[in-house]
């Protein structure tokens, strides 16, 4: 069964670095999602991603984050200067059109910051 | 503020026993209704979804929509012991819209 990837599956990075994370969405769909889940907190809306451009994002996504799909397969999350609050589970979600809402989760991108 | 509440639990019933799992959430407009199952460290498996009023039904999983009263609810027959996860309610607005989680309740199936 077609699955979405993540990459990596943990990182560990201290404050103020910059962070990339890597997703490779199912190769038929259209509409790309991070969501972050912080330890014990709930899963939370970061960014959707449709036609090579921010379809919309939440409070959370700063200007700290951005999102781009540098080709035809990767959809990457880079957090430029990261700060402790951002230690959480980002989670990457692909749809394959609009006639449904049924999200498909990659398994996750662990990250701590130190 | 769109808000998605469930009771956190642990929610504990016994092997083959029905479990019941309750959300409500505050947007009169959201139009697609999910639950995903979470084991801990690893991220939500859509167990099923639900658009319209009433009841869908999968397996030993059946979904409850009511619109009106903003309720969504899953029941789970013949529980299992694998069945022991958290439980997150996820509420959607229209096609390939973002989605608004609840915080999950916990369920544990005693043997």
């Known amino acids: 069964e077609p699955e979405v990837t993540q990459t990596p599956s943990h990182q560990v990075t201290q404050m103020g670095q910059e962070v990339i994370l890597r997703c490779v969405p199912i190769?038929?769909?259209?509409?790309f999602y991070w969501y972050r889940q912080i330890l014990g907190q709930k899963v939370e809306f970061l960014v959707s991603?449709?036609?090579?451009?921010?379809?919309?994002k939440s409070e959370i996504f700063d200007d700290q984050f951005s999102v781009e799909r540098p080709d035809g397969s990767n959809f990457t999350l880079k957090i430029r200067s990261t700060k402790l609050e951002d230690s959480a589970m980002y989670f990457c979600?692909?749809?394959?059109?609009?006639?449904?809402?049924?999200?498909?989760f990659g398994a996750g991108s662990r990250l701590t910051v130190l | 503020q769109k808000e998605v509440e469930q009771n956190s639990g642990p929610l504990s019933v016994p092997e083959g026993a029905i479990a019941s799992l309750n959300c409500t959430y505050s947007?009169?407009?959201?139009?697609?209704f999910f639950w995903y199952r979470q084991y801990s460290g690893k991220s939500p498996e859509l167990i099923m979804f639900?658009?319209?009023?009433g009841d869908k039904e999968d397996g030993r999983f059946t979904a409850q929509l009511n619109k009106a009263s903003q309720y969504v609810s899953l029941l789970i027959r013949d529980s299992q012991p694998s069945d022991s996860a958290t439980y997150l309610c996820?509420?959607?607005?229209?096609?390939?819209?973002?989605?608004?989680f609840g915080t999950g309740t916990r369920l544990q199936v005693t043997l």
């Open positions: 979600a692909s749809l394959i059109n609009s006639g449904a809402n049924v999200l498909t």
């Open positions: 190769s038929n769909h259209l509409y």
């Open positions: 991603f449709y036609n090579n451009e921010i379809s919309e």
């Open positions: 947007d009169r407009g959201s139009q697609s």
């Open positions: 639900i658009y319209s009023n």
């Open positions: 996820a509420v959607g607005g229209g096609t390939a819209s973002k989605l608004t």
